[in-house]
């Protein structure tokens, strides 16, 4: 539909993005929460076809996604997605967002009555560079981490462990889990040895 | 980027486009032949896709950019939106500005003579709606031979007629942006145009509204109309900044004579709007904001209403808009996203109120300027 810049550098995408794009199917409709810039619906335009929102708090990055092209509508994503029917997309984006919400149960119930599939990501606190540094008696700060804990926006950080509680008792079924460091795939003590993780769930039947 | 650092377009001069053909109106009146007078900007591109419609809000008029050589001094209500590297760049669209029908700047209207009397309408001017006006923008574009337009800007009541054009002639509009507009007017809204239409109404000057034959003017009520509708278009805010409870003459002379600096200014608007606009045209103008209502036809399902649009859209409005409020935006902004049509919304943080949508403002532009850029022609 329209030219933008950041194609080229789409090309190279993010590890992260990449993870959530081999979980969307061509075609398919796409509400990604905190959009940012728009690089990842921007991607999944171009490769994959998908018709998607992206949703944002942020004057830049609103003005961002309208320079790329991107529809964007802005919105405060602890109020819920009011603006949007239930059922109608196919996947509901939560990339590294949970962490900073307030209302953590809620955006959760939302993505998934928006939404037949919900996909999020966020940093796994359990990793065990953030451990040691608790161990050592201070909050972690890392690449993926990077903010000291009198000037962080994240209110609710969690491990794997503690992400797959609230899904088991909020009835939301994870369909598929993938637990990164950096661009490396991590099956091995996932919860100690993962940097970031990435749930794809819907509600449970 | 700067905006300070585009050129106005410059010298523009107004044109006349008639139509024989008769126009069916929504009222069931119809008109044998109209005349509209219109400004454009920049050149049409050889496959006639780069043009744009300018839609204007209720005193507006076909004099969007620019300036007049006899009259420097009288520069485009949005001049500071399109012209050469302005957010609408005429270096790459082909800018259309039209004085609505039943307007009073030499569209056929109220003060128009009518060929059947040989004297002016007046009251006898039937009441025209934005589907009527969205027909005449159909049966412009059709003399241009343009087959679509790029895109239709509007704010306010321009906001609803390029909406209603991206309804009536999905087929016309490739890109809608609708600035601080609503799908319908609410009560309070309507209550507003009622008090501002009663005040031209019930002036002893009105005649009627055949007061060109007794040689007078609702001056009186017009300036009033326009006092209501002026303090509707700014925000507390904004008036308590610029005002305040500053005194002309620095005390109180216990008397009714202009004392605040605010009541100065509300008598300065009204004077000068009531001095160069017509009465019967604001009745008209307010009637048509009022009638405004796409969702009418489908029992109230705005969602509905706008599942024959095709168009691209970007709704913005402005925090401290409360005559049309950014609740109102996201009402239409629900409606394209029930349909899955592309649409960006933004709010955009401002103090002006209403008038937002005239002001020069960096975030604002930028966005317009954003959206435009990335239209493919």
Redesign the interface.
């Known amino acids: 539909?329209?030219?933008?810049e950041i194609s080229r550098s789409a090309l190279t995408l993010r590890p992260d993005f990449a993870t959530i794009a081999a979980w969307i199917r061509p075609g398919s409709?796409v509400l990604d929460l905190g959009c940012g810039d728009g690089t990842l619906l921007h991607y999944l335009r171009d490769k994959l076809d998908i018709?998607g929102?992206g949703v944002e708090i942020d004057?830049h990055n609103?003005?961002a996604?309208?320079?790329n092209?991107?529809?964007?509508?802005?919105n405060d994503l602890e109020a819920g997605l009011s603006?949007?029917?239930g059922e109608?997309f196919d996947y509901v984006i939560l990339s590294q967002t949970l962490q900073a919400m307030k209302n953590t149960e809620y955006i959760i119930r939302e993505m998934l009555r928006v939404g037949k599939e919900g996909i999020v990501s966020f940093p796994n606190f359990g990793y065990w560079k953030n451990r040691i540094q608790v161990a050592g008696g201070h909050m972690p700060v890392s690449p993926t981490l990077p903010y000291q804990w009198y000037d962080t926006p994240n209110v609710h950080l969690c491990t794997l462990h503690d992400f797959e509680q609230l899904c088991q008792q909020h009835r939301v079924n994870i369909l598929e889990r993938r637990v990164m460091n950096n661009d490396k795939k991590v099956t091995f003590l996932p919860n100690l040895f993962g940097i970031l993780a990435f749930y794809r769930f819907s509600h449970a039947a | 980027m700067s905006t300070q650092d585009s050129d106005s377009i410059g010298i523009v001069s107004a044109r006349r486009a008639h139509f024989d053909t008769p126009l069916s109106l929504k009222s069931g009146a119809v008109l044998d032949s109209y005349e509209l007078v219109y400004e454009t900007y920049g050149e049409l591109n050889a496959d006639r896709s780069n043009a744009v419609l300018i839609c204007h809000a209720l005193s507006g008029n076909h004099h969007v950019a620019g300036v007049y050589a006899d009259n420097p001094k009288n520069t485009g209500w949005w001049n500071n939106m399109i012209g050469p590297g302005k957010p609408v760049d005429t270096r790459k669209f082909f800018v259309i500005g039209i004085n609505n029908l039943g307007g009073c700047h030499g569209s056929t209207g109220p003060i128009s003579i009518n060929d059947k009397t040989g004297k002016r309408f007046g009251p006898d001017f039937p009441l025209v709606t934005t589907a009527d006006w969205a027909k005449t923008y159909v049966r412009f574009a059709d003399q241009f031979g343009i087959d679509c337009f790029a895109a239709v800007i509007g704010g306010s009541l321009g906001g609803m007629s390029a909406m209603q054009l991206a309804l009536d002639a999905p087929e016309r509009v490739r890109h809608a942006i609708v600035v601080a507009a609503s799908a319908r007017l609410t009560a309070q809204n309507i209550a507003f145009n009622d008090v501002a239409r009663q005040a031209i109404l019930t002036d002893p000057d009105f005649h009627d509204g055949d007061y060109y034959s007794h040689g007078t003017h609702p001056r009186r009520g017009l300036r009033l109309a326009r006092m209501l509708g002026h303090i509707t278009y700014l925000s507390d805010d904004s008036m308590a900044s610029k005002f305040g409870r500053e005194l002309r003459n620095g005390s109180l002379a216990f008397n009714y004579d202009v004392e605040f600096q605010i009541e100065s200014y509300l008598h300065h608007q009204g004077d000068k709007f009531a001095d160069l606009f017509d009465a019967n045209t604001y009745l008209l103008m307010t009637k048509a904001l009022d009638y405004f209502d796409p969702a009418q036809d489908y029992d109230g399902n705005l969602s509905a209403a706008f599942a024959r649009a095709q168009a691209d859209f970007l709704v913005l409005s402005f925090t401290s808009d409360w005559r049309f409020s950014p609740e109102r935006s996201r009402d239409i902004v629900k409606a394209l996203l029930d349909n899955k049509l592309n649409v960006s919304y933004a709010e955009i943080p401002s103090s002006y109120g209403h008038d937002s949508f005239l002001m020069q403002d960096d975030y604002y532009h930028q966005l317009i300027r954003a959206y435009m850029n990335n239209i493919a022609l």
């Open positions: 539909m329209m030219t933008t409709s018709h929102y004057a609103i003005l996604c309208m320079k092209g991107i529809n964007v509508i802005q603006e949007f029917e109608s």
